[in-house]
């Protein structure tokens, strides 16, 4: 029983029910505790309700944080911390923490593009940026590129894309992991190139793929699709060219040869709004 209770001040089991009503959860759990101490403590009667309005405020924070990281779909243990950025020396973990803070370029709906062969790690470094960002307040949704169309299409047989693609908009970002892996029979259908348009400069997208735009063409239905998804999506974008060797083949040949020091490696990062098409080729 608790001291509120026994000076016969409030009826406690009626006050869980109100703070139930209410929805105050973490009130309802810690208000005995915490009134125990203030009477023990005498706070001024605000400082108790302050104290309850917080613990309320951090419960809910915590409450939205785990919701979010269980729809964020991120790949366990792909951090930032595990993320060796010296194996990429011209990535700045300083940009790269820039980009997690999100607000420059999320609230622009702007993008980003981490392009580079297999194994440099674009898909932990994609991960690591959702996790902090998620970490930071956005919403995000990790999703490899070719089950998101899958579910598209399914989407579109149903007559329910619009509704899919709207659905997707309450994820600030929206990653799609390994864009060139979208089958043939999959392009056939513009699913994506409808995602990445109704996204266009509203809604944020961080595409990784293991080829430049050159060879996109098959992901989508036609040539001149693909340069209006190109243009879409590098018309406000940052790009990581991740021109690495395969970090796992390194590790592998540094656990091999101890001490023979890092295989040669290189990368570039340029502006997105620096990458342009050429003039002849303006999309439709
Ligand atoms: P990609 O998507 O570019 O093919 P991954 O991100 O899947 O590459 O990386 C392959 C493996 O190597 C993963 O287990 C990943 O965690 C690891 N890895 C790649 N680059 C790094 C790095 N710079 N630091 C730590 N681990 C890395
Ligand atoms: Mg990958």
């Known amino acids: 029983m608790t001291?509120?209770?026994?000076?016969?001040?409030?009826?406690?089991?009626?006050l869980t029910l109100m703070l139930n009503d209410l929805r105050l959860p973490a009130i309802k759990q810690d208000w005995p505790d915490l009134a125990q101490r203030a009477d023990k403590e005498s706070w001024p009667a605000a400082r108790f309700l302050a104290t309850l309005a917080e613990h309320e405020i951090a419960e809910r924070d915590r409450r939205r944080l785990t919701r979010h990281l269980a729809e964020a779909q991120?790949?366990?243990?792909?951090?930032?911390?595990?993320?060796?950025?010296d194996a990429i020396p011209t990535i700045s973990k300083a940009h790269v923490l820039a980009i997690c803070a999100g607000d420059s370029w999320i609230d622009k709906g702007a993008n980003l593009l981490l392009i580079g062969g297999p194994g440099g790690g674009k898909t932990h470094l994609a991960s690591a940026i959702g996790l902090a960002l998620v970490e930071n307040g956005w919403r995000v949704l990790f999703a490899r590129t070719s089950d998101l169309v899958q579910r598209l299409q399914v989407a579109r047989r149903e007559l329910a894309l619009e509704?899919?693609?709207?659905?997707?908009?309450?994820?600030?970002?929206?990653?799609?992991?390994?864009l060139a892996y979208v089958s043939k029979?999959?392009?056939?259908?513009s699913v994506l190139f409808e995602l990445i348009s109704a996204r266009y400069e509203r809604r944020s997208t961080l595409i990784t793929a293991n080829q430049p735009f050159g060879a996109w063409?098959?992901?989508?239905p036609d040539p001149a699709m693909t340069l209006a998804a190109v243009d879409r999506l590098v018309h406000h974008a940052t790009i990581f060219e991740i021109n690495v060797d395969s970090y796992r083949r390194r590790a592998a040949l540094e656990r091999k040869h101890k001490g023979a020091g890092r295989p040669q490696s290189y990368a570039t990062i340029k502006d997105l709004d620096a990458v342009s098409l050429p003039d002849n080729q303006s999309p439709t």
């Open 185 to 189: 029979d999959q392009a056939e259908t």
């Open 163 to 178: 509704a899919a693609i709207n659905r997707l908009d309450r994820f600030h970002l929206l990653i799609l992991d390994d």
């Open 217 to 220: 063409g098959k992901v989508f």
């Open 3 to 14: 001291r509120a209770l026994q000076t016969g001040a409030i009826d406690s089991a009626r």
């Open 74 to 85: 991120l790949l366990p243990g792909k951090t930032l911390d595990s993320f060796d950025f």
